[in-house]
Each structure stands twice: as C-alpha cells, then as structure tokens.
C-alpha cells in the first residue's frame, strides 16, 4: 500500500452492534438539531408552538394553523433546516466517495477544487444566459466533473496517485475556478453582486420546499449506488492489484466514484453555494469512531454531515442577531486548522483513515 492510501485505525471506539447505537444516536441528535434550527434564529419560539405547527401539517391539517406562525415555521424555518441538513449530508457523502476514489483521506470537494469548478459552472451558465438550456445543476456537475478528472490526470505521475501532487493540483485549480467566478461576478450590477457573494460562501438562506426534492434524490441515489458498492470500496483500501485480484472491477468502480461525487457537490452548490471542507472533516472523524468500514463509513457520516450543518446554520444565524453570517465562514473556519492538523499527522506518519 502507497503512502497516499486510506488505512484502517488500529482502533476505533464503536464496532458491530454498537454502530446500531451510533446511527440510532445521530438520528436523534439529527431531530433534536432540526428543532433547534427552527425554534431558534434572530426571533425564538417556544418548542411547542413549533411542534404544533409542524404537526398540523403532518397531519393534513395545516390550514389550521395560525397563519404568521405558520409562515415563520413552515414556509421559511422548516425547509431552510432540512435543505441544511440535506447539504450537510450530501456534501459528507461526496467526501466519502473522492476519499475512495484517490485513497486519500485528503480528499474533499472543497480542497480538490470541485466545489470551486461547481460554483463557476453554478454562476456561469445563468450569466450566459444559458440556464434555461442545461440548468444550473447540469452546469456545476458538467464543470465539478472536468475539474475533478483534471486534478486525478494531473497528479499521477508514473501511474501512481502522489499525495502532494494532488492537494497542490486541486488547490491550483480550485484558485483558478475561484478567478474565472470572480471575473463572472464583476459583470453583474452591485445588486446581484451582493447576493452572488453571500451565496457563494454557502447559504441556506431563502430555502424553500422547491430546494428540497432534487437533492434527496440525489443523495438518495447516490447512497445507494455507494451501499450496494461498500465491500468494494473496502477492498480498494488495499489497494489496485489487491482489489483487482479479489474481482473488482477498479477502473469502472473509480469512473462511478468520480460521477457521485461530482453529482453530490455539484447538487449542493446549485442550491447552498460553495460550502468547505465538510466532506474533509466529517468523514474523517467518522473513520476514527467506526474504522474505514464503509459499510459503517457511509450512513454515519451522512448523519453526522446533516446535523453538523443544521447547527452550523444555527450558528450562522445567531452569532451576530440580527445579522445573519454565510455558513461558509464557520466550515472554512473549523475546516483550515483541521486540515492543517491532518497535513501534520501525515507528515509525521500518523495518519490512517482516522
């Protein structure tokens, strides 16, 4: 195995029927998360109020409900906290999947540059006037696809994957992305700029339940095209000749990982903008509680990813009341020294997939 693999952790707190404790956890904290996310923002309301709502609508009988509270809850609070953590979710999953494909628990959209290349395919397209023809998800994922198949080109040399080849190609395109965004944004008028930047440092704000049902989907799709591949995936951890050797077939495996994980951020940016390093982050702390199993990998870290960016936004929301900050600001802040930790650890040989 290459120095650029992910390895299993020696050990790891929670293993077999444990894990079914751990999901069952996360789902709760997920619930616990979501009520938070909706009781709680520049004005609180009590859990209850909140609670009555929601289920008056659950129970068809929405049209009941006081129409100020239901507005608040409902139309605004409701779909932005589910639209965060379906992000969330997404964007930890598509982590999953680039970790796999380049065995580096490096890898994330963010730092490979793929977010970036979404958001500039996300912002084109519409700039263009083109949106009506491909839509502006089918133009982050054709642009999070190119960039993503340019940075693995790139950084093989010999036909092996080398670690820093990879971070500093996905940094370089990620820079120039960001560029070729930013020369897009000095075409629009000073109204559009100012929504155009808050959107791209990643926002939940304006969710509505339009927003919601393509990235379900998607994740749901994509989830399950990764479940059924899971022991697969495991046995890519040992590497090509080792996967190829037990029947994998490894070429088209790592053509399906770059598609789903391109499809997930692209996914995501259209609806939340360029959200960073989650897919670094979760994924890896999920590796060091449940081992490299991604059996175990893939539903942990898709919980874990959905409630830690309904409290993110949550976050976002209250830190400065009334204003209101993007969501990207606190990922990049969390996710910076976390990367450089990572980048520490590998340099001193203590890094596996925890």
């Known amino acids: 195995m290459t120095d650029t693999s992910i390895r299993p952790p020696r050990t790891h707190p929670v293993s077999g029927q444990a894990t079914g404790l751990l999901l069952a956890g996360l789902v709760i904290a997920l619930v616990a998360a979501l009520a938070a996310g909706i009781s709680v923002s520049s004005v609180n309301l009590p859990l209850g109020q909140v609670w009555g709502v929601v289920w008056a609508h659950l129970s068809g009988r929405g049209a009941q409900a006081d129409p100020l509270l239901n507005q608040v809850v409902w139309e605004i609070r409701t779909p932005r906290a589910l639209l965060a953590a379906l992000a969330g979710a997404g964007l930890s999953v598509a982590g999953v999947a680039l970790q796999a494909l380049v065995r580096n628990p490096l890898a994330d959209p963010y730092v490979l540059g793929v977010s970036s290349a ?80 808050f959107w791209l440092m990643g926002s939940v704000a304006g969710a509505t339940w339009a927003d919601l049902g393509v990235p379900a989907l998607v994740i749901v799709a994509c989830m399950t095209w990764l479940a059924l591949r899971a022991r697969a995936l495991n046995a890519l951890l040992a590497g090509e000749e080792a996967a190829i050797a037990i029947g994998v077939p490894v070429a088209t495996l790592r053509v399906g990982l770059l598609v789903v994980g391109s499809l997930l951020t692209a996914t995501v940016v259209s609806v939340v903008g360029g959200i960073g390093f989650i897919g670094l982050m979760i994924p890896h702390m999920v590796r060091f509680v449940v081992g490299a199993d991604h059996r175990r990998v893939l539903p942990t870290s898709m919980l874990a990813g959905a409630v830690f960016l309904v409290l993110v936004d949550l976050a976002a929301r209250t830190a400065d009341r009334p204003n209101e900050l993007p969501v990207g600001i606190f990922t990049t802040g969390l996710g910076v020294p976390f990367f450089l930790w990572l980048m520490r650890r590998r340099a001193r040989g203590g890094v596996d997939a925890a």
């Open 118 to 197: 979404a958001s500039l395919g996300a912002v084109l397209v519409p700039a263009l006037g083109g949106a009506a023809l491909v839509g502006v998800t089918g133009a982050a994922f054709a642009a999070a696809m190119l960039s993503a198949l340019l940075v693995y080109v790139l950084a093989q040399r010999a036909g092996r994957l080398l670690d820093s080849w990879l971070v500093l190609t996905g940094v370089a395109v990620g820079y120039l992305c960001t560029a070729a965004t930013t020369f897009v944004q000095l075409q629009l008028n000073p109204t559009e700029l100012q929504g155009m930047m």
